[in-house]
């Protein structure tokens, strides 16, 4: 919504959210807090923090899978149908409708489903996998440094909320 | 709101304390684990290259199935014994992968192409399984990391084998990267060797392969 007043025009900041699209509601601010709340106020803060650290971490397991194997359907190739005339199989697996006439529109290929693919992958029935080699080291050092993160959040952050708030108020 | 009592500070304190100390564990296990496992690696591959190295007629006869590769340009020597199980590979950090072949008798009798069995196959593979590439798996990063710089290979590089009492010169040709479950990628043909480890470093998400293509075959009593 376009508010104009005293000729200012304000225009609202539109936020997409995937799909959604909103305007932002006023922030109402709280004007002085109310004193005390401590240091514990700063876990406000803290926990999209952490939030975001652990992202990491639990997005991580699925890093390691194998690409999967996923043939594309056949793509669809439209063009105009000669009366009569049935859908006939393609070298490629496509279904091509036949088209008939020299004048005729070249024919528009409609992919279905996604376009990027992992390589199809046969494995010979009963052959086993390639040999695992490798040690997964991403999951300790995400984890290690998202524990030290927080720890020093734990430590370091909710005290100085706790100090400014207590020097803001003195 | 109040003020965090003394105790629910010295709790916060402790916590975090207890966070620092698991995220620097966590931190220093990748070092730890490379650095024991590759000690006693190093330590079971050097007993063993000792033994072929003493007495290299005991490996000569086709009933030993140890080999020896050689990697000049990555300064790199290693027994590598039939077998690519976890245990084999984590006792010398290579190993043969039972279902690929060994490196032919008879070079003359390789087909151009992956075909009829020119050479012999790992003991516990079927011939629906079988491969007629030699197939050899090591570790990126861990026990001894013997493929570590396995990706610094270009074409035309010796891989060198010493198998049965002959040594075999393969050039490197081309790599390719795959999923584990891409056994298939192994035919490359029975001219060839394949050297598989896991990639990227530090991960187990893919494999990658090194392919090698025999240049010569001459006998040899030893690897030296």
Known sequence: ?170 | MRRATPVVRRSVLVLSTACFIAGAALLAWPFFHSAVSGYATGKAQAEALAAWDREPEQYASPPNRDMVLEIPRLGLRRIVPDGATVRQLQRYGVGHISWTAFPPIDPGTIPLQAGPAANTVGASATMDQASQTVGIAGHRTTYGAPFFRIGELVPGDQIILFYAGRRYVYRMDRRATTGPSDSDILDAGADHVALVTCTPAFSAAFRLIVFGRLESASASVAAH
Request: net charge positive; hydrophobic share 45%.
């Open chain 1, 1 to 170: 919504m376009i508010m104009s007043q005293y000729g200012v025009t304000i225009h609202p900041i539109q936020l997409q959210f995937g799909a959604t699209s909103m305007s932002p509601v006023t922030a109402v601010t709280g004007g002085g807090g109310g004193g005390g709340g401590g240091g514990w106020g700063a876990g406000v803060f803290a926990l999209p923090l952490v939030a975001g650290l652990l992202a990491p971490l639990l997005l991580a397991g699925g890093g390691s899978q194998a690409p999967t194997a996923i043939a594309p359907p056949p793509p669809i190739v439209a063009g105009a149908v000669a009366p009569g005339a049935g859908p006939a199989a393609g070298a490629g697996g496509a279904a091509v409708l036949p088209v008939t006439g020299p004048a005729r529109t070249a024919a528009v290929v409609l992919p279905q489903g996604p376009t990027r693919h992992a390589a199809v992958v046969a494995q010979r029935p009963g052959r086993p996998p390639l040999p695992f080699t490798g040690e997964d080291f991403r999951l300790p050092v995400y984890g290690g440094l998202q524990l030290i993160v927080l720890g020093a959040v734990l430590r370091y952050g909710l005290w100085s909320f706790d100090r400014g708030r207590r020097r803001s108020r003195a």
